[in-house]
């Protein structure tokens, strides 16, 4: 098979399509024929050099991925080969083939192109996991989410809405912000010509954010806290802004809010907290909005995986709107048509 392989790492990196051994999956896994993947934020800094793979997981790009099931292996019940799925990844999206542990593997969604699937596993599970089972969101409460228009920033709006809560959301484009007040948003916050902590103070008559949604760590540490609600929660996903800053404990404790900071990479595959957990609760308790269309996959573009680089060159850019996906080529002469190969 052929996948993506990091010849140079740098920013940008240089990404270079080559055959490699094909995966062969273990027990507990299943193997996937590749429809498409999807860019993340990750993807760049592992690319960069900066965010190796967990143990066990491989080299190869990728935490995404939708295709078509081609082979179960030892141990493995509940799908067949045929079905199509979309599945969680630790690494290895950026191939023709990847092999997954079948707890990371979800059905595609009814009404959902098996192409678009590719952008839903990542934000779905990082968006129910922080939100709902970490944050508890609820409905009535404020919701401030950190670049709206993200992946996960679009899903979010989506899922908060559902919830019944009050969304506001960041992002230093108009466009952006046009784009986000159509997904739910209520309060959009150009980060660029406002202070985002007086913008959502005005906008709860000086209450602040129930719960935040960050993906940038250090840089905004200390005006997030500022901007949360007595009692309220920073959920910290990402380190965008660095991984350091110092903490006012003070303002903290009078607030009775909390800091939380999270991963879904380096979770274990099963057990309590796992990635195998949070899919089964998304599979239950997610997936039925999105079958029903009330939660969609935003899709910014859609490019062929042999042109990683132009895609990674996409979101370096910034002001994208939602996902960028990877479109795979079939396998020489298995291809469906889809994107998939079969066996």
Request: charge should be neutral; charged fraction near 20%.
């Amino acid at each position: 098979m052929k996948a993506i392989v990091v010849e140079q790492p740098g920013s940008p990196a240089r990404l270079v399509w080559r055959e490699v051994p094909d995966p062969v999956p273990g027990a507990g896994d299943v193997l996937i024929n590749v429809a498409a993947s999807a860019v993340n934020r990750a993807d760049l800094l592992q690319a960069a050099g900066h965010y190796p793979p967990p143990p066990g997981a491989p080299d190869t790009l990728g935490l995404e991925c939708s295709g078509v099931i081609a082979q179960l292996g030892p141990d493995v019940s509940g799908w067949r080969v045929g079905d199509r799925v979309c599945a969680l990844l630790a690494g290895g999206g950026y191939a023709q083939r990847v092999a997954v542990p079948a707890g990371q593997v979800l059905p595609v969604p009814d009404g959902v192109d098996l192409i678009e699937a590719a952008g839903l596993p990542e934000v779905a599970c990082t968006v129910w996991s922080n939100l709902v089972l970490t944050a508890g969101l609820t409905a009535g409460r404020t919701v401030l989410i950190h670049g709206g228009g993200s992946g996960i920033g679009t899903m979010a709006i989506q899922v908060a809405v559902q919830l019944g809560a009050r969304v506001a959301v960041t992002a230093s484009r108009d466009a952006v912000l046009d784009r986000c007040r159509t997904l739910g948003a209520q309060v959009t916050i150009n980060y660029a010509q406002q202070d985002f902590v007086e913008a959502i103070q005005d906008a709860t008559d000086g209450r602040g954010a129930d719960v935040i949604l960050d993906p940038i760590g250090a840089k905004y540490l200390a005006r997030n806290i500022d901007a949360l609600a007595d009692g309220g929660r920073l959920v910290i996903i990402g380190l965008q802004g660095g991984t350091r800053a110092e903490l006012d404990i003070n303002g903290l404790m009078r607030k009775r809010a909390g800091v939380i900071g999270t991963t879904l990479r380096s979770r274990p595959i099963a057990g309590p907290g796992s990635k195998s957990e949070i899919v089964e609760r998304v599979r239950t308790d997610l997936w039925p909005l999105v079958a029903a269309g009330a939660v969609r996959p935003v899709i910014d573009s859609v490019l062929d995986l042999p042109d990683a680089a132009a895609a990674h060159a996409r979101m370096a850019e910034g002001g994208h709107v939602g996902k960028i996906l990877l479109r795979a080529p079939a396998r020489v002469g298995t291809g469906t048509g889809e994107g998939a190969a079969t066996t």
